[in-house]
């Protein structure tokens, strides 16, 4: 048996042990993982690494990376309002490109092969994540206070006929309504209705601040996650993101419905909205996933900055420094991340699954000595110990060399972009 790839003497995360395997890669699934020895078309030298299931980043607006830094420290619809959106009013189908290719070499470096992604012109995202040979969750971000709202639902209908399950099943559609205080119930019930048709599940940003919640109560009588149950969002499935501000009731129906929660906790504290109750949403069973957010709101899309954050925050929240171990931090980041994004055979390295690997380079000094690699890899590791990534059974990161990309001309690229959109 010849494998497509081969990764020879390498570490696996999960194992205590000092001990070495062999991973075999046939087309886009891992085939083989033991100690005998394997062939493969393509060798991968393991030797000082260790294989990590990808990472997902399961909230995020890829092409803000030009917006990174331009607008720090400033209370969120502020921040919005006088900032962000007049900038994003002026962006192109050229600037989300460039931005998002910004977003997913940030990724890639980083350990991270899946997002779910939140924007304008998602064609373009689309683009990206297709050329690049990275997987996402893609929605059209949509706001149903503008004129303009009803194209910006079709819109989205059509990126879902155009690109929902494309390149390999690398690609899926999600709509995208903003937020409870962008989008009326009036609006989000033809959004709900057009996902009921197209089968397609919904990604919103829900219960981010108290002054979110305190609106909707005011408005509505019932709080964003209760409106959201009322108007029959959770039937079709839904990635729900902060969920910082939520009660019992909320939690109760957020996991009696499979509403799956990402933790965005550098973006909630960069923008002072809460900490999320995390340790009682994964008591109660809810699937909560990790994401960094926008990078004007977060400035990185270091996933592995996420999960030692939400690790150690809510360990100081709770008093009690066994919630969130490493080993749930790690879940989260990974395995509960492919599943919040509908991709259920990824997140973890096993035989039968995609091969979305990434392989750290552990010939460092916070990597000595070798105890427990979980929790080297959350509580010491560098995101950019990612060495080589897999995805989807291709290569397209060896050794730090991006296969894909030319990332000169990337950085270029958006530089023009973000200088040309804020003089
Ligand atoms: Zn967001």
Known sequence: MIYDIAIKGVEIITEKTNEFYNIGILGDKISYIGQEEINGTKILNGIN???????????????????????????????????????????????????????????LKSGTTAFADMYADMDKVAEVVEETGMRASLSRGLIGTVPDADKKLQENIQLFKDWNGKANGRISVMMGPHAPYTCPPSYLKKVIAAAGNLGSEIHM???????????CLKETGLTPIALMDKLGMFEIGTLAAHCVHVTDDDMKIIAKKHVRVVHNPQSNLKLASGIAPIPAMLEKGITVALGTDGTSSNNNLDMLEEARLAAFIHKNQTNDPTVIPATTAFKMATSNGAKALGFDSLGQIKVGLKADIVLYDMNKPYWYPRYDRTSLFIYAANASDADTVLIDGKIVMEKGELLTIDIEKVYAEANKCALRLTK
């Open 49 to 107: 690494h260790i294989a990590v299931p990808g990472m997902v980043n399961a909230h995020t607006h890829a092409a803000m990376t030009l917006l990174r830094s331009y607008a720090d420290d400033m209370v969120l619809m502020d921040w919005l309002e006088n900032k962000i959106w007049p900038v994003e009013a002026l962006m192109t189908k050229d600037d989300i490109y460039w931005g998002t290719m910004l977003a997913v070499v940030e990724m």
């Open 205 to 215: 940003h829900l219960a981010e601040t108290e002054g979110e919640v305190n609106n």
